[in-house]
């Protein structure tokens, strides 16, 4: 079975707008922690932000949040004010446990700005 | 400091042939992997490692051969290269142990064909 789930193969925003891009996980392990990675087309892997499964907050780094509903185990990434330079594909990435190592990978949302 | 780097950035190889994609961090990171990203699948782990001489296989390991002499240094063998082994290849790193977040830093990522 899947572990992470992007539905959303490309999207568009228009410059300014804020933009959300799903991801949905799975796993039977109370401790794990979500991850979004951008992806440029230059192809570079930028780590974007990071929640924790025990974190009461919704993580936030500067434009970036991240829309966490765990009893619906959802990571959405929400992207305000939209930028030109935002266009990339976009990853979401789980580990499992406490100490985990591994990540899983979804297959990327491709995103694009629209000026 | 270099972070991750990767080397070659481009390979072409014909079927058969091997080659090892290096990858080297002077982050002093216990925790290294491979990855290969192939489209419309995210990213997925080959091998890992969390320390000098220890490895483990992930996800998609058959074809590739690891070692981890160094904490440094993560060589990656294609011992008979083949077509379907035409991918991005990223080498990882990050710190083991219990961390809010363990974010994983990536190399540049080395493009390979196969003929």
């Known amino acids: ?115 | 400091n270099a972070g991750v780097t990767q080397t070659p950035k481009f390979q072409v190889l014909k079927t058969g042939q091997s080659m090892t994609l290096q990858c080297a961090q002077d982050m002093n990171h216990e925790y290294m992997s491979w990855y290969r990203q192939d489209p419309g699948m995210g990213l997925r782990l080959i091998h890992y490692s969390v320390g000098a001489g220890i490895t483990d296989q992930g996800e998609v390991p058959n074809g590739y051969n690891v070692s981890r002499s160094t904490t440094e240094d993560f060589p990656l063998r294609l011992l008979s290269a083949a077509p379907s082994q035409t991918s991005v290849y990223f080498c990882a790193s990050h710190r083991v142990g219990l961390a809010e977040n363990n974010e994983q830093f990536f190399g540049p990522g080395t493009r390979l064909t196969v003929l």
């Open chain 1, 1 to 115: 079975a899947q572990k992470i789930t992007q539905t959303q193969p490309g999207m568009f925003v228009q410059e300014k707008e804020a933009v959300t891009l799903d991801c949905t996980y799975d796993t039977s392990d109370p401790s794990y922690g979500l991850f979004w990675y951008k992806q440029p087309s230059s192809g570079e892997m930028i780590f974007l932000i990071y929640q924790g499964s025990y974190d009461q907050q919704n993580a936030t780094e500067g434009r970036y949040s991240l829309n966490f509903q765990k009893a619906r185990k959802s990571a959405n990434l929400v992207i305000s004010a939209s930028q030109l330079g935002d266009s990339a594909m976009y990853f979401c990435a789980m580990r499992e446990g406490e100490y985990g190592n591994k990540l899983v990978f979804g297959a990327g949302t491709i995103l694009r700005v629209k000026s």
